[in-house]
C-alpha cells in the first residue's frame, strides 16, 4: 500500500527513511527513526512491533538482520509484512513477505533499500534506488527526489495521498531538537511530494533566521545580518515572524533604519509582532532604548 526507502548519507553519517501512499498519514504508521541508532521503514499491513521494538533492537547492538529475524519469528503473520532497516554503521536488510500485494518487492543499494507494494510496476523500487545513488546534496533532499522517481515510475496504483521525511543524526548530542534534522509529514492532499517538497523549503529557511537570530542575541550581530542579507526578503504576510527576527537583527547589527522600515511593514499586517519585538527589550534580549528607536511611533 506504500512505496519507501531508507538510506544513510556516507558522508555526513546522517540516516533517513521517506515514504508515500495513497493511504491517509502514511508518516504515523511507516517510519520510525531513533538518533544514534538507525531508521526502519514497516509497510504492507504495517505491524508497528517492526518499529518500535526493531529501534530497541537496533540500539540494544542488533544487526539489521537479527532486528529482521527476530521480529519476524514473533510475528504470526510476517508474510504480510514489507521491512527495511539501516542501521547507524550503514548495516542494511530488508524482507518482502510473500502476501503482499503486487507489485511487490526490495532492491537494496550501497547505501540505501527502497520497498514498494500495490505499486504500478516492479519498476518502483529500481527507480528510487537509481535516484538515491545517482544524487547529490542533503539527504532529505535526495530523499525527495527518489520518492518523486518512484512516483514517476508509477507509484501506488491506487493513487497518492501521503507523504513523510524523517532524518535523523548518526551520533546524539542530548538535545533531541538537534538529532532530529528532519521529521516532516503530509496527511491528507492531492499532491503530498508537492506539499512536502514546499514544507522541506519552508523548514530550511525558518532553521536559517532562527539560527542567524540566535547569532544575533548571543553577540555576533554583524555576521548574522550580512547571513540574512543573502536571502530572499522576508514576506510580511506569510513570514511575519522571520521578519521581526531580521529586523532585530538588523538594529543589533546598527542597521536601524532598515530595522524600523521591516517594522513598518508588519505594522500593516501582523501589528502584533511590533508588541513581539517591543517583548524582546523587556526580557532583555536586546537594549530597550534600540527597540523603542525601531518600533513605529503610535504602533
Known amino acids: 500500500m506504500t512505496y519507501s526507502i531508507v538510506a544513510r548519507d556516507p558522508d555526513t553519517g546522517e540516516m533517513g527513511v521517506a515514504t508515500q501512499s495513497q493511504a491517509f498519514a502514511v508518516g504515523n504508521s511507516v517510519p520510525f527513526a531513533l538518533p544514534g541508532h538507525g531508521v526502519i521503514a514497516t509497510q504492507s499491513m504495517a505491524e508497528p512491533m517492526y518499529g518500535a521494538v526493531g529501534l530497541d533492537l537496533l540500539q540494544g547492538g542488533f544487526t539489521a538482520q537479527e532486528v529482521l529475524t527476530a521480529l519476524s519469528s ?17 548495516d542494511l536488510a530488508a524482507y518482502t513477505g510473500h502476501h503482499c500485494v503486487d ?44 520518492l518523486y522517481a518512484g512516483e514517476a515510475a508509477g507509484g501506488d496504483f491506487r493513487g497518492r495521498r501521503s507523504a513523510a521525511i524523517m532524518v535523523i543524526r548518526a551520533t546524539t548530542t542530548g538535545r533531541p531538537w538537534h538529532d532530529m534534522v528532519v521529521n516532516l509529514r503530509v496527511d491528507d492532499s492531492a499532491d503530498p511530494l508537492g506539499a512536502l517538497a514546499d514544507l522541506l523549503i519552508t523548514k530550511v529557511r525558518y532553521q536559517d533566521v532562527v539560527r542567524y537570530f540566535e547569532q544575533a542575541i548571543d553577540g555576533d550581530p554583524v555576521t548574522a545580518d550580512r547571513e540574512l542579507e543573502l536571502l530572499r526578503p522576508m514576506d510580511p504576510r506569510t513570514e511575519p515572524d522571520q521578519l521581526m527576527w531580521r529586523a532585530v537583527v538588523a538594529a543589533l547589527a546598527g542597521r536601524e533604519d532598515a530595522a524600523r522600515e521591516m517594522l513598518e511593514e508588519l505594522a500593516g499586517c501582523a501589528p502584533q509582532f511590533l508588541e513581539a519585538a517591543r517583548r524582546f527589550g523587556k526580557a532583555g534580549l536586546m537594549p530597550a532604548d534600540v527597540v523603542e528607536r525601531i518600533v513605529p511611533a503610535g504602533r
Not at 76 to 88: D, F, K, S, W
Not at 112 to 141: D, I, R, Y
Open 74 to 90: 514473533v510475528d504470526p503473520h510476517p508474510e504480510r509484512r514489507q521491512v527495511a532497516v539501516l542501521g547507524v554503521n550503514g
Open 103 to 146: 507489485a511487490a518487492g526490495h532492491l537494496q543499494g550501497d547505501t540505501c533499500v527502497a520497498l514498494a507494494n500495490m505499486a504500478s510496476s516492479e519498476q518502483v523500487w529500481p527507480a528510487m534506488v537509481e535516484s538515491f545513488e545517482s544524487s547529490a546534496g542533503p539527504l532529505a533532499q535526495r530523499l525527495l527526489t527518489a
